[in-house]
């Protein structure tokens, strides 16, 4: 295994920012009629009450890192690095194909990047925001150059079907980007994420025994949700998150171009956003034609903006995100132009 580069003069270090984004969903389309009718409902009370028009699910034998190579082969491209010259991969999700070996580690083959190390980090829907902080932590110390950053979820294996509360919300895709240098001034200029673990059982997945036979029988390995308490999260701490971000960075709420947030509920992200103080034309949503897509959710809308043309050099982005733990936090950054995108479904 060859030395590790040496690490960069401090005194010559740029900043750090995303060089290229991909994103990947299933192709299976499930529309909220089809939903309304498992759950014995009117589709009025899904598409009104969340917001959700259409969701991706994944197929049987199609898991999180298949969809997370494809996203990362994407955000590769558009970036114009070869897997050979990352350095690092950190793929963030909450539903590997098994507990050991970590997915990441069947992506860094997948892709070939022989010189990355590779590992997951599993802190649900804000694994990726933390993936993120953890990049830019490899980059500052000067050691490594390209640290590929993924999110990628298939929650509808884990889904009950006959559950109001969590089956109409989630979807499955993976989003992806490759970070590195970028001139002083550019990328993030500030990453901040906190957890209040009292808050654990606000989202639960997962039987503690594991999926046996009783656990499956007694429907224990679905995913649980306390709806009310973190719809009421996100309404207290997304509009005190912006307000955060623009104080810190001595900017304003206008200054803002583009706004991505995670998108538990898409009714609930336009509300909450509103309350901040947001116009509609500066919410990247996602969430109407794919739901929830976990960990996905940040890179995705990231990916979406580029794609829609809506981003360009020098344009400010916040993305705030919420994730069972319960964790929560935000990052903005300064876009280096050009960042590419590409998106495959």
Known sequence: MPDRKPPRDPARSTGVGVLGTGSFVPERRVDSKEVARLLGVENDWITGRIGVLERRFAAEDETSTELAVHASRAALVNAGVEAADIDAIILATSTPETPVPG????????????????????????????????????????????????????????????????????????????????????????????????????????????????????????????????????RAQLPLLVAEAVKEHGITIADIDHFICHQANPRLVREAAAAAGLTPDQVVMTGDTLGNTASASLPIGLDAAVRRGRVKAGDTVLMVTFGAGMTWGRALMRVPGPVGADVAA
Do not use: K
């Not at 580690?105 to 829907?125: H, S, W, Y």
């Open 103 to 234: 997915s990441a580690a069947r992506l860094q083959a997948a892709l070939g990047a022989t010189e990355a190390v590779a590992f997951d980090v599993n802190a649900a829907c804000a694994g990726f925001l933390i993936g993120l902080d953890i990049a830019a932590g490899f980059l500052g110390r000067g050691e490594r150059d390209h640290v590929l950053v993924v999110g990628s979820d298939t929650y509808s294996q884990f889904l009950n079907p006959g559950d109001r509360r969590t089956y109409p919300l989630f979807g499955d895709g993976a989003g992806a980007v490759v970070v590195g240098r970028v001139p002083a001034g550019e990328g993030i200029l500030g990453l901040s994420v906190r957890t209040d673990g009292t808050m654990w059982d606000f989202a639960v997945g997962g039987a503690p025994t594991g999926p046996s036979a009783a656990a499956i029988a007694e429907g224990a390995h679905y995913l649980t949700m306390r709806g009310r308490d973190i719809a009421d999260l996100v």
